[in-house]
C-alpha cells in the first residue's frame, strides 16, 4: 500500500491510497466513497484491496475534497466537484499506470461515478453500491431540513460522526445533472449493482432504475440489508469479487 496525494490544478490535494500488485494486471479498481464517508470505509478497505489485489487488479481508493485527508471544506461539496475530483483520479492513474479502469462507487459516490465516467472510454466496467440515481428523493429523506437548504439557508448538520454544514449550492447543483441521461451513457459496458432491500437511506427502485436502463448489468438485491449493509458487509464484497473475475479475468 502507499499513501499518495493527487494534486489539482489550484484546488490543493486529493488524498488517496493505491494498492497496485507488481503483476502485470490490466486493471485498477478506483473507489469512490459516499457522502460523508472517506477512503478507509471504516478500515474495511485495507482488506477489500488485499482480496482484489489476489484478483490481480490494482485498487485506488480517494477522498473527495473536503473528505477525509483531502483538501476543502465539506461545506462546498458538490456533485459536479466530485465529478471533478473524480476526473482528475481517472487521468492520474490513466498516466501512471496505462490501465483500464472499473469505478465502484458506494452510495453518492455511484452517483458520482454516473456523472464523471458514464461515457469514458476509459472506463471498462462499473460497480454501484447503494447508489442513488433519484437525488433529490434521497436527500429530501436524509436531510430532514431539506426544504430549508432549498429555500436558500446553509445549515448546521449534525450525524452519528459530528456536526457539518451544508450550503444550498448542494442541491442546486443538482439541476445541472440529468442522472436518467448518465445511466443510459453506460451503453454496453458491464455493470454490478449490489443494493440492500432494508436500505434506509437509498431507496431500492434506484437499483432496479439502472438495471432495467442498461442492457448489460447483474443486480443483487439482497434481504435484510440496510444501506451500510451491516450484517452482510462479506456478502457484498463476494459478489463483488465473483463478478470481477467472471466479467475482467
Known sequence: MENISIYEGGQGKLAAYTFIPDSDSR???IICHGFRGAKENSGRIFTFAERV???GLGVLAFDFSGSG???????NISLSSQVSDLRQVIDYVDSNYNRQLILLGRSFGGSTVLAAAGDNEKVAGYIFWSTPVKLYETFTGIIQEFARLKAG???Q??????????KPSFIEDFAHHDMNNYVHKLASRPALVIHGAADEVVDPAN??????NTPHTELHIISGADHRFTQYIKER???TLNWLQR???
Request: glycine share 6%; net charge negative.
Open 207 to 212: 437499483a432496479l432504475y439502472i438495471y432495467e
Open 69 to 75: 485527508a483531502s483538501d476543502g471544506d465539506f461545506a
Open 237 to 239: 464484497e463476494d459478489l
Open 27 to 29: 486493471y485498477v479498481l
Open 247 to 249: 466479467t475482467f479475468l
Open 153 to 155: 439557508e446553509e445549515l
Open 53 to 55: 489485489n489476489k484478483l
Open 157 to 166: 448538520i449534525k450525524d452519528e460522526a459530528g456536526s457539518f454544514r451544508l
